[in-house]
């Protein structure tokens, strides 16, 4: 027994396992944050071989940056609805598609297509589709309705454009999610639960629901960090306008940093967002453990 | 999920799931359609005809190859090592992983300017490869590691008591049973290799190394304005991922059932 022990794999280290990709995170993801924690506390073009510190002073003139706010109100606003109403839908597609409708393959392929669809392929679509030029100025022309659709060219709307365009490509992600996650919940207590006298839809929100409650709180985490991230659906579709109503950090960073060369203060935009997601995250962690 | 008794109340769940998965297509078609406009067809050859498309291919192909490659191993051997193996503080090496998950790659743009200009590498495919393997590899570990944790250690150790060290182990008790968490990998890291945008518009300004991504912007520049032919390079930019993706469509969901978040 004992001899069985001392030969039992958990004893055998992890660590060389575990270093190559540690080590490789490390050169490469650890390496950029403490070079923009450096760069943060410069101003600096890029190219004087002067780099005058300058301590906390990019900081406070974050903090004074209307458009920093901007992008903070931004994501919070984008986050929340986009969270909701891409979950939702998931969710139903999920529980419908694990119900014995007709053709499941087909419908799970189009949820998803969105998912692997490049930001970058897709944007030249989504302007058509949302200019005067597009099929839905033809389809409410066809109506009569008197609608332009110019939605993002307008600051009122441009925002909820991008939302409904990133619901339509990450809802496939929530959808696969929940539907692994439906895949094991136990047939015969929903089964129990129905001879008892429950509805469909009972028994939707109150067992298969709670089931799904990881998965809802690992979405939670991926959406807060992608929330954050937030970059080529914006910069790409409406480069952040107009006038920084569809600006997120990501794309003000890009804006601050490469195309203006204010890397010091591109920087201190960074670590913020760095801290922000990193925040979250652990909160996120902290409430899966709150089981 | 939902128990459908009556013919009724199957054809309502079937129209409503119809009605559902419209909006998810509306897109695809505007892009067809918009490529078929003015000269039909006869955009696509456009497109064709000036002879970047397959240059284009081959780069995104073989860096999604090299990133593939590189996540892979790494989020193997490191799952591996936190699903089945001994580490002192373990928790402490898990968090600096995942942490790496909460990086935006526009955070790293300046740093790895710099260094890749230093190191000659600014303008090779591998300015591209490496960060967008450091950037997939924290969430690979965490599907791995859970995947992992999975398998029964009796496995293991039987290998063990007859014989095998534990790089065998890995090799032939581990690997062979990790396939369906694999493929979910491959598909990930395949569609945010190939869908990379960031990093390539900055550091491959060589024509000759430009990829998939940066192509609508080229034919911006190419046919000024015309939409349609634009439109006609996303479609083809589009296809290789459909189908690859619908050939791995069902390993890909078995992995994410077997290893899904928990």
């Known amino acids: 027994m004992k001899l069985k022990q001392k030969k039992s794999s958990t004893y055998i280290s992890g ?38 510190s300058v301590g ?12 920093f706010w901007r992008c903070l109100k931004n994501t919070v606003v984008y986050f929340a609805i986009t969270f909701v109403i891409q979950n939702t839908l998931g969710f139903l597609f999920a529980a419908i598609l694990h119900s014995q409708v007709k053709l499941p393959t087909v419908h799970k392929c189009i949820i998803f297509i969105p998912y692997i669809l490049a930001p970058a392929t897709m944007a030249p679509v989504f302007r058509l589709m949302f200019s005067p030029q597009g099929m839905l100025q033809s389809f409410f022309d066809t109506l009569h309705l008197g609608i332009t659709v110019n939605w993002l060219a ?97 794309t003000y960073i890009y804006r601050q940093g490469i195309r203006q060369s204010h890397l010091g203060y591109a920087a201190a935009l960074s670590v913020t967002l760095l801290v922000l997601a990193v925040i979250g995250a652990l909160a996120t962690n902290y409430a899966n453990k709150g089981d | 999920m939902f128990e459908l008794r009556s013919r009724k109340s199957k054809i309502l769940m079937q129209l409503l799931l119809l009605l559902m998965t419209i909006p998810y297509v509306l897109p695809l078609v505007q892009m067809v359609l918009g490529s078929l406009g003015g000269r039909g067809l006869y955009n696509y050859k456009a497109v064709w005809d000036t002879g970047v498309v397959p240059t284009y291919f081959r780069n995104s192909a073989i860096i999604a190859f090299g990133v593939i490659l590189l996540v892979y191993f790494f989020s193997m051997t490191a799952g591996f090592g936190f699903a089945k193996l001994y580490i002192r503080k373990k928790e402490v090496y898990f968090w600096l992983i995942l942490l790496a998950m909460t990086l935006p790659e526009v955070i790293l743009l ?109 034919f911006q520049g190419e046919f000024t304005n015309d939409q349609t032919k634009i439109l006609a390079a996303a479609v083809l930019t589009a296809i290789p991922e459909i189908i690859a993706y619908l050939l791995m469509q069902k390993n890909f969901e078995k992995g994410m059932s077997a290893g899904a978040l928990k």
């Open chain 1, 15 to 52: 660590l060389p396992w575990v270093l190559p990709a540690l080590i490789f995170l490390i050169i490469i993801i650890y390496y950029s944050i403490f070079y923009t924690f450096e760069l943060s506390t410069l101003d600096w073009n890029g190219l004087d071989p002067l780099r005058k």
């Open chain 1, 56 to 67: 906390m002073a990019n900081f406070t003139k974050m903090f004074k940056d209307k458009v």
């Open chain 1, 154 to 250: 307008n600051p009122n709307t441009a925002l909820y454009v991008l939302m409904g365009i990133a619901i339509w490509e990450f809802t496939g992600m929530s959808f696969i999610l929940y539907y692994a996650a439906m895949s094991q919940v136990d047939r015969e207590v929903l089964e129990a639960a129905r001879i008892d006298g429950a509805g469909n839809l009972r028994t939707l929100i109150y067992m298969v629901a709670p089931h799904c409650k990881g998965t809802t709180i690992s979405l939670a985490m991926l959406g807060i960090i992608g929330a954050l991230k937030t970059f080529d659906i914006p910069y790409l579709i409406t480069t952040g306008g107009p006038n920084h109503a569809t600006e997120f950090l990501g």
């Open chain 2, 110 to 218: 300046t740093p790895l300017f710099v260094t890749f200009q230093k190191l000659h590498m600014f303008n090779t495919l591998f300015a591209v490869i490496l960060p967008s393997a450091a950037l997939q590899i924290p969430f690979a570990t965490l599907l791995v590691r859970d995947f992992d944790e999975g398998i029964p250690s009796e496995l293991m150790e039987a290998a063990r008591i007859d014989g095998a060290n534990i790089w065998q182990v890995f090799t032939s008790v581990i690997l062979p049973m990790t396939k369906p968490i694999a493929s979910s990998i491959i598909v990930l890291t395949l569609v945010s290799a190939w869908n990379a945008y960031l990093l390539p518009l900055l550091f491959l300004q060589d024509p000759q190394l430009q990829v998939v991504t940066l192509l609508p912007q080229y």
